[in-house]
């Protein structure tokens, strides 16, 4: 059923489509050509691409958006978006004076940075696009489990220049899309034909509608404006049409930029046909006419929006001229140019604007236009104020780890969700899982076993309803909490994105948990960093990892994720060598999901069985959840201690068990989280700069005991880096191991002895500190 809006006032649109155009541009010169440079570097901001879009903004804001609908704005319009609620009291001038500047509007619309409610961050090409599909998605989910109500949906919109349908990502997702059935999705692509470093390519442009179409998707394609209509339909207008749509685009963008008596030329050189029209036209009239497209012309996208208000998928191909209305419009140069200040003093003579009111909203609007556009302003739909994060939804119980002498992590991940779902509660109701095709080989087959896949349609398990034996009973239905997805990694990080970001958007917060084996975190990582950029919350489970998964060889063994860990912000890298400091920082990452100042958490596990350790008490709980504690204490002024994290801690206790009548009072340390103790380490240094006190970080403490001259030996299944910074500390000398090349095929005995992780590469590297 297709959703009423009411019947729009065009002249005030178009209004406001002037009103969007100016603001964005003299935001931007604002901030190039009148505010201080203290470095002289050029501010920059994409006047051009701003003016490509403000027809479709303001057709999407003042008239077709729902108080619900979200949207993903193109990142270079994001001058527009702030216009937009300047226009509606939302954003003050003071940040639009800030534009690009240190705590201003940012350069693309953020999330946590931007003080506007902005719904989606953007800024990395395609990603903002991909997201809303899977935030359709979660909102089906919400819908589904009673946590959302069928009437409070809202539809996903992305805006993207053409530029960003090169992106992989987009294709990945939409595949995805189609399996999962989509709904309320509008894509809707800025086609002016220019990109930073060429027009176009015509041929491939033809070919989306049908890659759309044959995903389910509707596709509306918005070329003509009513006025070049309207001339199609007198005499030469069907030479007029055929002339335009054989036109390539480069042409086009051209003889924009030429102006009237260009269009008039070449017409008349290569379409005679047109003469009554062009006869018709003085220069002026025909560059107007020959520039009306669909996506300008607010008449034809009023009409368009208002015939797509059921739930279908639709992509709007607009066609608009990069540059609309600025005098570089159309140039190939345009995508990074400025209007110097005789063009930008042009522009504002032309919309009737008063020097010294460049700033006000309605200046250079007759009363009753301004009255008009003003009334259209405050009439909007759209929500005016970010929402209110909801945190602390769920109690976190104590997890119990699993019982057992010997236990891999990986394993004991998903017993110990299979006891989560068992056992029931808000938590467990909250969770929701996914995976990239590796739901089984990373443990999470229990849990579906329990919970099932999340269809919006019954999918029936086919081999139970035949009797034929499998550990997997995976039937599909809305109750569902595991995600299915395909083996695309970059899918799997925007579909957490969009999960952990649920409270934001929707006002009820999940608890995502994605597993993906760890080295192929790589593939992922731009949709990993865009999540955490928007402080999305997640659990990121990564099994299985390193050269301990020895048989499958370098192709499936992971070198850098610690130390992409170490580099990510909203990120908190833990790597738990038994079941139960799992248990206690998978209970951690719960609690630090729904936390105001917590963030997303990645689990590095492995399928190593390992002899579990038995706990004389409680006490080093609190240091692990801090990123180490000493399983070994060392004795006072110790000269060496051995560091290890991760599944190569029985190497480590077996090295400590032979080296520790040697080396009196060697210590061991567990380091649960390399980048949990770099942090405070790191801020620790520099807040005794900024006056925040001088308290010593936690690797600080654990360190202190230790002589001055005392050397350490670090050990992980991983790059070394991740753990010798560790001699940074205090000026302590280190002798890593670790990994640093690719590795092969072996049992774990043979390739920790190639790669000098086993034990007696241990005891040398700890002599190596004393020869030296």
């Given at each position: 059923m297709l959703k009423k809006t009411s019947a729009p006032d065009l002249d005030a649109l178009r209004l406001l489509d002037d009103r969007l155009r100016w603001l964005s541009s003299w935001t931007i010169h604002n901030a190039n050509h009148i505010r201080e440079s203290t470095d002289g570097l050029k501010v920059g901001g994409h006047q051009a691409s701003c003016a490509?879009?403000?027809?479709?903004?303001?057709?999407?804001?003042?008239?077709?958006?729902?108080?619900?609908?979200?949207?993903?704005?193109?990142?270079?319009?994001?001058?527009?978006?702030?216009?937009?609620?300047?226009?509606?009291?939302?954003?003050?001038?003071?940040?639009?004076?800030?534009?690009?500047?240190?705590?201003?509007?940012?350069?693309?619309?953020?999330?946590?940075?931007?003080?506007?409610?902005?719904?989606?961050?953007?800024?990395?090409?395609?990603?903002?696009?991909?997201?809303?599909?899977?935030?359709?998605?979660?909102?089906?989910?919400?819908?589904?489990?009673?946590?959302?109500?069928?009437?409070?949906?809202?539809?996903?919109?992305?805006?993207?220049?053409?530029?960003?349908?090169?992106?992989?990502?987009i294709y990945e997702c939409l595949i995805e899309a189609y399996k999962h059935d989509i709904r309320n999705c509008w894509w809707i692509v800025d086609y002016n034909r220019q990109s930073l470093d060429a027009t176009t390519a015509e041929r491939m442009f033809r070919r989306f509608d049908e890659?759309?179409?044959?995903?389910?998707w509707r596709v509306v394609t918005l070329k003509y404006g009513k006025q070049l209509e309207a001339a199609f339909k007198e005499k030469g207008g069907d030479a007029l049409k055929a002339w335009i749509d054989d036109c390539g685009n480069a042409d086009y963008a051209a003889l924009t930029y030429l102006g009237g008596a260009a269009w008039r030329e070449r017409l008349l050189k290569e379409a005679s046909a047109t003469k009554p029209i062009l006869d018709a036209h003085d220069d002026e009239a025909l560059h107007r006419l020959m520039t009306n497209l669909g996506g300008h012309d607010m008449e034809a996208l009023v009409e368009a929006f208002d015939a797509a208000q059921d739930d279908v998928p639709t992509l709007f191909i607009a066609y608009t001229i990069k540059g609309q209305g600025l005098p570089f419009a159309g140039h190939k140069d345009n995508h990074a140019g400025l209007m110097n200040p005789g063009q930008i003093a042009a522009l504002r003579e032309k919309m009737g604007i008063a020097e010294?009111?460049?700033?006000?909203?309605?200046?250079?609007?007759?009363?009753?236009?301004?009255?008009?556009?003003?009334?259209?302003?405050?009439?909007?739909?759209?929500?005016r104020a970010k929402r209110e994060r909801p945190w602390n939804v769920a109690e976190v119980p104590a997890i119990v780890p699993p019982s057992g002498e010997e236990q891999s992590t990986q394993a004991a991940f998903g017993k110990i969700l299979l006891d989560l779902s068992r056992a029931g509660g808000d938590l467990a109701d909250r969770i929701v899982t996914t995976s990239p095709d590796v739901t089984v080989s990373t443990n999470l087959g229990a849990w579906v076993n329990q919970r099932g896949l999340f269809r919006r349609q019954e999918l029936a398990d086919v081999f139970a309803a035949a009797k034929i034996p499998s550990a997997q009973k995976w039937g599909g239905s809305e109750a569902g909490q595991h995600i299915e997805l395909?083996?695309?990694?970059?899918?799997?990080?925007?579909?957490?994105?969009?999960?952990?970001?649920?409270?934001?958007?929707?006002?009820?917060?999940?608890?995502?948990?994605?597993?993906?084996?760890?080295?192929?975190?790589?593939?992922?990582l731009d949709a990993l960093?865009?999540?955490?950029?928007?402080?999305?919350?997640?659990?990121?489970?990564?099994?299985?990892?390193?050269?301990?998964?020895?048989?499958?060889?370098?192709?499936?063994?992971?070198?850098?994720?610690?130390?992409?860990?170490?580099?990510?912000?909203?990120?908190?890298?833990y790597e738990p060598a038994f079941v139960d400091e799992l248990a206690l920082l998978m209970e951690e990452g719960f609690r630090l999901m729904q936390r105001e100042n917590g963030e997303s958490v990645y689990l590095r596990l492995t399928t190593r069985t390992i002899r579990q350790?038995?706990?004389?008490?409680?006490?080093?709980?609190?240091?692990?959840?801090?990123?180490?504690?000493?399983?070994?204490?060392?004795?006072?002024?110790?000269?060496?201690?051995?560091?290890?994290?991760?599944?190569?801690?029985?190497?480590?206790?077996?090295?400590?068990?032979?080296?520790?009548?040697?080396?009196?009072?060697l210590g061991l340390l567990a380091v649960t989280s390399p980048d949990l103790l770099h942090r405070g380490?790191?801020?620790?240094?520099?807040?005794?700069?900024?006056?925040?006190?001088?308290?010593?970080?936690?690797?600080?403490?654990?360190?202190?005991?230790?002589?001055?001259?005392?050397?350490?030996?670090?050990?992980?299944?991983?790059?070394?880096?991740?753990?010798?910074?560790?001699?940074?500390?205090?000026?302590?000398?280190?002798?890593?191991?670790?990994?640093?090349?690719?590795?092969?095929?072996?049992?774990?005995?043979?390739?920790?002895?190639?790669?000098?992780?086993?034990?007696?590469?241990?005891?040398?590297?700890?002599a190596e500190l004393f020869l030296d």
């Amino acid at each position: 059923m297709l959703k009423k809006t009411s019947a729009p006032d065009l002249d005030a649109l178009r209004l406001l489509d002037d009103r969007l155009r100016w603001l964005s541009s003299w935001t931007i010169h604002n901030a190039n050509h009148i505010r201080e440079s203290t470095d002289g570097l050029k501010v920059g901001g994409h006047q051009a691409s701003c003016a490509s879009m403000t027809a479709i903004m303001a057709a999407l804001y003042f008239h077709a958006l729902g108080p619900n609908d979200k949207v993903a704005v193109k990142p270079h319009a994001g001058p527009v978006l702030h216009a937009i609620h300047y226009l509606m009291g939302s954003q003050s001038r003071e940040q639009l004076q800030a534009f690009r500047g240190f705590q201003g509007m940012q350069s693309y619309p953020s999330r946590t940075k931007d003080r506007i409610p902005v719904d989606f961050s953007t800024g990395s090409v395609g990603l903002g696009v991909a997201v809303t599909a899977f935030a359709s998605l979660v909102q089906d989910y919400l819908i589904a489990h009673g946590l959302m109500q069928p009437d409070e949906a809202g539809r996903m919109v992305a805006l993207m220049g053409d530029a960003e349908l090169d992106e992989g990502n987009i294709y990945e997702c939409l595949i995805e899309a189609y399996k999962h059935d989509i709904r309320n999705c509008w894509w809707i692509v800025d086609y002016n034909r220019q990109s930073l470093d060429a027009t176009t390519a015509e041929r491939m442009f033809r070919r989306f509608d049908e890659i759309f179409a044959t995903c389910g998707w509707r596709v509306v394609t918005l070329k003509y404006g009513k006025q070049l209509e309207a001339a199609f339909k007198e005499k030469g207008g069907d030479a007029l049409k055929a002339w335009i749509d054989d036109c390539g685009n480069a042409d086009y963008a051209a003889l924009t930029y030429l102006g009237g008596a260009a269009w008039r030329e070449r017409l008349l050189k290569e379409a005679s046909a047109t003469k009554p029209i062009l006869d018709a036209h003085d220069d002026e009239a025909l560059h107007r006419l020959m520039t009306n497209l669909g996506g300008h012309d607010m008449e034809a996208l009023v009409e368009a929006f208002d015939a797509a208000q059921d739930d279908v998928p639709t992509l709007f191909i607009a066609y608009t001229i990069k540059g609309q209305g600025l005098p570089f419009a159309g140039h190939k140069d345009n995508h990074a140019g400025l209007m110097n200040p005789g063009q930008i003093a042009a522009l504002r003579e032309k919309m009737g604007i008063a020097e010294g009111e460049e700033w006000e909203p309605y200046a250079g609007l007759g009363g009753n236009s301004a009255e008009a556009a003003k009334s259209l302003v405050e009439g909007s739909r759209i929500a005016r104020a970010k929402r209110e994060r909801p945190w602390n939804v769920a109690e976190v119980p104590a997890i119990v780890p699993p019982s057992g002498e010997e236990q891999s992590t990986q394993a004991a991940f998903g017993k110990i969700l299979l006891d989560l779902s068992r056992a029931g509660g808000d938590l467990a109701d909250r969770i929701v899982t996914t995976s990239p095709d590796v739901t089984v080989s990373t443990n999470l087959g229990a849990w579906v076993n329990q919970r099932g896949l999340f269809r919006r349609q019954e999918l029936a398990d086919v081999f139970a309803a035949a009797k034929i034996p499998s550990a997997q009973k995976w039937g599909g239905s809305e109750a569902g909490q595991h995600i299915e997805l395909g083996i695309a990694e970059n899918n799997l990080f925007l579909m957490l994105a969009a999960l952990g970001l649920a409270g934001d958007l929707f006002g009820e917060r999940l608890f995502p948990i994605g597993t993906v084996y760890d080295p192929f975190i790589a593939r992922g990582l731009d949709a990993l960093n865009y999540a955490c950029y928007q402080d999305a919350r997640f659990m990121l489970v990564a099994t299985p990892s390193g050269v301990t998964l020895g048989p499958e060889g370098g192709a499936h063994q992971s070198i850098n994720p610690p130390l992409i860990a170490l580099g990510q912000p909203g990120l908190r890298h833990y790597e738990p060598a038994f079941v139960d400091e799992l248990a206690l920082l998978m209970e951690e990452g719960f609690r630090l999901m729904q936390r105001e100042n917590g963030e997303s958490v990645y689990l590095r596990l492995t399928t190593r069985t390992i002899r579990q350790i038995e706990r004389a008490d409680d006490s080093w709980k609190e240091g692990a959840i801090q990123g180490g504690y000493w399983l070994r204490d060392p004795a006072p002024g110790a000269e060496a201690v051995l560091v290890y994290s991760g599944a190569i801690a029985p190497e480590a206790l077996a090295a400590w068990e032979a080296l520790k009548d040697d080396m009196p009072g060697l210590g061991l340390l567990a380091v649960t989280s390399p980048d949990l103790l770099h942090r405070g380490w790191s801020a620790r240094r520099s807040g005794r700069w900024a006056g925040k006190g001088t308290e010593p970080s936690h690797i600080e403490k654990l360190l202190a005991p230790l002589s001055r001259d005392a050397g350490l030996v670090t050990l992980l299944d991983g790059a070394p880096a991740a753990l010798s910074w560790l001699g940074g500390v205090a000026g302590r000398k280190v002798s890593p191991l670790g990994l640093d090349r690719f590795g092969q095929t072996g049992n774990l005995e043979d390739l920790y002895r190639h790669y000098r992780l086993d034990v007696d590469a241990i005891v040398e590297a700890a002599a190596e500190l004393f020869l030296d």
